[in-house]
């Protein structure tokens, strides 16, 4: 037997031990669930003849274990396959297209008759996927099994060949269903649930989830102050003018427990820089104040450049109240 | 009364065939996992192989999407988007990369298999990984609803990744011995080919999946479709370890 066909043959009976597992598992529930002896017509008698016989027409381990179930209920059921394992036939269709039996086996053969003909003429696969799922069996796969089974071991690539044509089957249904089961909780912590446009998904606390990164925006948790992170180090922002000047939003700060900031470098802060059209002086704003700048020395000192200043209104710089001058000592600052 | 009841059977046929034609691309996955020898031996024998990769493609594409988009959501719905695009983009460009090698490597070896053979055991490989990677998914929206550590859900992603992608590799290995051994007197090669071709063929996939990131998005940046290049995907799993462990912090 080529190494190919011994796989075929163990794929084939391993399939074949769990339908019969399933089977027994299926009897014993019924019989435990109805505490009453099942009648000889029952679905599980017709399916007792060919449990009762193995790949080649032997009898099974398993059958007298499923004959203790109900055992007036099964007395056709060994004979008949005793009877059609002689015969070498090891499936139902065999069996009913076996030629007449001799005499002295023909009693034997009648009850194999009246154990098939008790059947219906659908097959399972024909059968509504529910009642397949009661049974507790799979209802694609039960045409492979039986498929390779009728076909028996000679068969070879053949027998399993429709396991591979486009059948609805039990793990196949299964996928389908995780996969849109999957899409639809995708979809559900997806759904922003606030005006800001929280998702569940996003909805965990994220200050311990942070990146460090250029322009990550951080506040401490009981400090005001607000940071960005800029080229290894992080910059406070000075005013709220100086935070909306660089277009970020309340939405771009992230609360950090206290004390994070200590393990970073700060660098210089960030100011924005205000002047007014018919006024040659420039201030700094710092929070709510404004500080007038004294000189270009002073300017160029503190590390600002002509780019950071913006034009405003005269009446905007003067709304602002005064703060201490850069450098100290000079004041009073003059107003625009 | 007639016409309407022709009418219903034919709606009736065509839904149906259309179930079927759905059905049948999940049934190959069946047949994949539960019939493997089967299926590898039609592969050798190339029959049905252009449905074979059709079923394959869509269903893996499908599935990887799905994973995609769960990696993506833990940080915006534009992320879980870019993801579920990029991610089977990921494995099939991977693919179209490392399949000429793969064939030509083991025409050089003796083998008689086709391109379209080749392609559709690696295509079986992958499959296995975005079913693998599907059955994970549930496990992934656990973590990514109840845990807020940026870096251990890269890394359970990572870990993911690893499983499924070593196992989608063992079918591929199994296969290659079923479709293109035979028993030939250069089998013993061939096999350490299809190792050495797994070997790239990781590599290949991690600098893709470096290449293409952000999967799963930083929660401290606006989304980014793709992120500039630098660093490697190596250095950075040991850093997202050494920033869990308390030893660095990835910047």
New interface residues.
Partial sequence: MRE?ER??VD?MLDLLAEEVADRLRTKFWLYSAREVDLPADSTTERERPDESLGEAGEPRAAAPEAGSGAPEAGSAGPEAGSAAAEAGYSTREERRAAPAAPEADREVSIEVGRALDAEPEKEPETEPEEAESERGLEP??EP?PEASLEAGPEAG?QA??P???????H???L??R??LG??V??VL??IPFNRHGT????A???N??????N??VVKEEDDPEIYVFEN?EFRWISSLDAFQARGYTWEDV?IVEDGFLE?YAMGPPIHVLVKCNGSPHIYRVEGEKKRWIVDIEAFEAAGHVWEDVQFVSCATIRSLPNGETIPPGNGPAPEP | MMGEAGRLTRESDIEGKERARQMGNLSVIETILRSRQTFFEEIREGKGVGEKMRAMLVSSVAFFALYGAVMGSSHSLLQALSSAAKLPLLFLTTLVVCAPTLYFFNLNFGSNQSLSQNVTLMLTSITVTSVLLLSFAPVVTFFLLTTNQYQFFKLLNVGVFTISGLIGVTFLSRGMQIVSYGGGERAGTRRTVVWLWIILYAFVGSQMAWTLRPFVGAPGLPFELFRQLGGNFYANVLASFGEILGFVTVR
Avoid: K, W
Avoid at chain 1, 199 to 202: G, Y
Avoid at chain 1, 208 to 213: F, M, S, Y
């Fill in positions: 190919s796989h075929r794929e694609g796969l492979g690539p399993e060949a396991s591979s044509s486009p059948v609805p089957s793990t196949a249904r996928l389908g995780l996969a999957l899409l909780a995708l912590i997806n998702t569940l998904a996003t965990m606390p994220d311990r989830a942070l990146v460090i990164r322009g990550l290894g992230h393990d």
